[in-house]
């Protein structure tokens, strides 16, 4: 159910506009979303208007669900939950198969997201569609010399990690339909912490 009203947070969200390409993004932190082959900062761009899209309960339960997601990766690795800090990015995804436009819509590429975004010492994807009936592609893949290992998206799944170079991963081309998913990244580094996001 909460996985659910995030999707919907991030459709509406999303709907303000969008990648020209077939990968979109909606930071709740920073304000970047996708729009056409840039960026916007909605808070600026969209500024009261905003009221009528998300409300202080929505950003409650991203706090909430980011809480419990940070809790889980601590316990998991044996870390302590107040020396974890949220960083940047964390963002909201929707990707399609509309052909890409710019870098920023091949999500498909192999990477290390330590090496992509190197505040990341832990990430951690919340899936918010279903492999198989909202879309096909699309599946999380772990790339190893042993073989790779797949993850396939359902709503409510949570998927973490190290950020590091065991983990190296890619994301398959969506061929029908549109995944959603957040990805929520944290650091060690309390200089790369952020804040939770808050309606202005």
């Known amino acids: 159910e909460e996985a659910q009203t995030l999707r919907r947070l991030a459709e509406r969200g999303l709907a303000l506009a969008g990648s020209e390409g077939g990968a979109s993004i909606l930071d709740l932190h920073s304000g970047a979303l996708s729009m056409g082959k840039q960026f916007v900062n909605i808070y600026r761009y969209f500024g ?11 950003f409650q339960l991203y706090r909430d669900v980011r809480g419990r997601i940070q809790e889980v990766i601590a316990q998991t690795f044996g870390l302590d939950p107040a020396l974890m800090y949220l960083t940047k990015p964390t963002f909201f995804s929707r990707i399609n198969s509309t052909a890409a436009k710019t870098q920023h819509d091949e ?14 010492d832990y990430t951690s994807l919340l899936y918010l569609s279903d492999y198989g009936s909202d879309f096909t592609g699309g599946r999380f893949v772990f790339m190893d010399q042993n073989g790779n290992r797949t993850v396939e998206p359902r709503t409510g799944r949570v998927s973490f990690f190290s950020s590091g170079s065991e983990n190296l991963h890619r994301v398959e081309k969506v061929m029908w339909g549109t995944r959603y998913a957040i990805t929520v990244s944290f650091t060690c580094d309390p200089a790369h912490a952020i804040s939770d996001p808050a309606l202005p």
């Open 48 to 58: 009261e208007r905003l009221k009528d899209v998300f409300t202080q309960e929505d």
């Open 107 to 120: 999500y498909w590429h192999p990477h290390i997201d330590k090496v992509t975004y190197g505040s990341f």
